[in-house]
């Protein structure tokens, strides 16, 4: 099995900047996508091919990849990004998808 | 506007089976590949299976397979889920999602459905 490591949780203030990390061993090669879950909610899609942002999601959310961690930037966090937020990938050779455990990020 | 709506909530005893329906609509059913996906209660995301709408062709998470069906209809644009020999560890919320780039693998999954849940219990 490929695992993905989150942090379970990250806290923020309002206006300031959250990073959630997502390792992996050697996830610089793959392509990395990030949820965005809030409670009662189905996942909402957020960053793509590890630094897309699909429309309609705010210029504050982005992405970036290095060595084996992908990153989900929330720069200038506002009350409504609270939520539960999960990377993930598709492993080619095992033709097999993978999340990550996941990370709750609390804006205080 | 693309949309998946799923079938609703049910209660099944163990040992049972349960199928859940994902109807698409807004895009070209047989273009895209659809993912199901589970969430036990409090947990995280589980990939469970893909299936090919234009052959039928399926993918199941080894930890399934036995017990795993998906199926489609292409006359309604509608995926079917069947699992099987139901215990108390298959109680979570699950959800069908489509591919969001026609990648035959390595897209997102965007948009989902809005989630069935699925509960066993004796």
């Known amino acids: 099995s490929y695992v993905l490591t989150q942090p379970p949780s990250v806290s923020v203030a309002p206006g300031k900047t959250a990073t959630i990390t997502c390792g992996g061993n050697n996830i610089q090669s793959q392509s990395v996508h990030w949820y965005q879950q809030k409670p009662g909610q189905a996942p909402l899609l957020v960053i793509s091919?590890?630094?897309d942002r699909p429309s309609g999601i705010p210029e504050r959310f982005s992405g970036s990849i290095s060595g084996d961690t992908a990153t989900l930037t929330i720069s200038r966090v506002e009350a409504g990004d609270e939520a539960d937020y999960y990377c993930q990938l598709w492993i080619h050779s095992r033709d097999e998808y993978f999340f990550g455990s996941g990370t709750k990020v609390t804006v205080l | 506007q693309v949309l998946l709506v799923q079938s609703g909530a049910e209660m099944k005893k163990p040992g049972a089976s349960v199928k859940v329906s994902c109807k698409a609509s807004g895009y070209t059913f047989t273009s895209y590949l659809v993912h199901w996906v589970r969430q036990a209660p409090g947990q995280g995301l589980e990939w469970m299976a893909t299936i090919d709408p234009s052959n039928g062709r399926t993918n199941y998470a080894q930890k399934l397979q036995g017990r795993l069906t998906l199926t489609r209809d292409t006359s309604t644009s509608t995926v079917y889920m069947d699992l099987s020999s139901l215990t108390s560890k298959d109680t979570a919320i699950y959800y069908c999602a489509k591919e969001a780039v026609a990648t035959g693998g390595n897209s997102a999954f965007d948009p989902w459905g809005q989630g069935s849940l699925v509960t066993v219990s004796s």
């Open positions: 091919y590890d630094s």
